[in-house]
């Protein structure tokens, strides 16, 4: 089964511009969770999606937004870029495997670099 | 809320020795726990996973973890390292009402000398 695809995997942009990141989930999965990492604050939640709905959302700008799919692909977007948004985005997709049993899995992230 | 302090954000210890890394985690419900290593320029790997049932959980590469309720404590070992295990290691929790948000700790990148 293929794991979970993040396209692209590298992007440079300019302060100020917005930027759109895609992740497919593994088959058969149905919530994409999207977290960003950095040095300095590490791994932080942005948001989940289930069935085309947000589910969850952390404590990030409204410049962050997402969406999901009907086929379980979902996206992100950055809106008017900031130096600090320069990150490492990981988009995961989860499964309940069984009673009482959970995993998530990890896409390679996509390295946002903002100049 | 939850959270997860992992104890030692660098650990370094010789080829063949025991790998002790520390996470103690605060959840207000029963939580469920994961350990996760990331390569360099790569994603998150998951080493293995705390639900339910059995307190000991044993994962891939030769990891395991104790969960401890009464430590709040999810301790990842493996009793001989091996250089390639060189990278860093993520503890995180998350509830079962809660699954699609992983809270994580700070991590913990492991070195391993010949």
């Known amino acids: 089964k293929a794991g979970v695809t993040q396209t692209p995997r590298y992007l440079i942009k300019t302060r100020g511009q917005q930027v759109t990141l895609s992740c497919s989930p593994i088959?058969?999965?149905?919530?994409v969770s999207w977290y960003q990492q950095t040095p300095g604050q590490g791994l932080q939640f942005l948001f989940e999606y289930f069935s085309e709905t947000q589910r969850n959302k952390g404590n990030f700008p409204g410049r962050f937004s997402g969406r999901q799919f009907s086929n379980s692909r979902s996206e992100m977007n950055v809106s008017t870029l900031e130096l600090g948004d320069s990150a490492l985005y990981l988009c995961a997709s989860s499964v309940l495997a069984g009673v009482g049993s959970y995993e998530q899995y990890f896409g390679p992230g996509t390295r946002l670099t903002v100049t | 809320a939850q959270s997860v302090t992992q104890l030692g954000s660098h650990v370094s210890v010789s080829e063949g020795a025991l790998v002790l890394l520390r996470c103690n985690y605060s959840s207000s419900v029963p939580p469920y726990l994961f350990w996760y290593v990331q390569y360099p320029n790569q994603g998150l790997q998951l080493l293995l996973k705390y639900t339910t049932g059995a307190t000991l959980v044993k994962g891939i590469n030769g990891f395991e973890a104790e969960f401890k309720k009464s430590e709040t404590s999810f301790h990842l070992t493996k009793p001989s390292a091996h250089m390639s295990d060189a990278a860093e290691y993520f503890c995180?929790?998350?509830?079962?009402?809660?699954?699609?948000?992983?809270?994580f700790g700070q991590g913990t990148t492991l070195q391993v000398k010949p």
């Open positions: 995180a929790v998350t509830s079962s009402s809660n699954t699609g948000k992983l809270i």
């Open positions: 088959s058969g999965h149905r919530s």
